[in-house]
């Protein structure tokens, strides 16, 4: 009778540890999931154009605390709701690969933590994706708030 009782206890035990290592596999799991998703997260994008018979690039770089850089020099602050709402549209194209420039060309350049994308077009290119041309035209908007 005391040897079923040991078994008893040890099996209670067992039970008790397989609960733990499901809970703490779960929590794992979570933890990964957050930081995949922290990687995928918009760092901040550079836009703008290049080319032409000077061969002259200005770039814009936005980061995610709203701060616009013009070839590296501050130039103005973007209300963090915008820059959310820029980036989340941003994400959209962050896999798409893109780059045929012409004489005169348009780029955005996607930094997150864990991949950059550039997406170059030329200015009268009209096979780019729409999109593309949707949220490079935000960005400038913003430039002009």
């Keep these: 009778m005391i040897k079923f009782a040991n078994f008893i206890r040890i099996e209670k035990r067992m039970k008790a540890l397989n609960v733990v290592i ?3 596999s779960v929590v794992c799991t979570a933890c990964t999931a957050i930081g995949m998703k922290e990687n995928n997260k918009v760092e901040e994008v550079s836009f703008g154009s290049g080319g032409g018979f000077t061969g002259e690039i200005i770039k814009y770089t936005l980061n995610r605390d709203g701060n616009i850089y013009r070839n590296g020099s501050f130039i103005k ?8 709402r820029l ?3 941003l994400k959209t194209i962050s896999d798409y690969h893109y780059n045929i420039s012409d004489n005169m060309y348009n780029f955005i350049e996607i930094n997150m933590k864990s991949k950059k ?9 009209k096979n780019i994706d729409s999109r593309v041309i949707s949220i490079y035209s935000a960005l400038k908007i913003i430039l002009e708030e």
């Design 22 to 24: 499901i809970l703490l």
């Design 77 to 84: 602050r973007v209300p963090k709701k915008e820059v959310n």
């Design 87 to 89: 980036f989340g549209k």
């Design 117 to 125: 994308n550039e997406i170059v077009w030329g200015v009268v290119d």
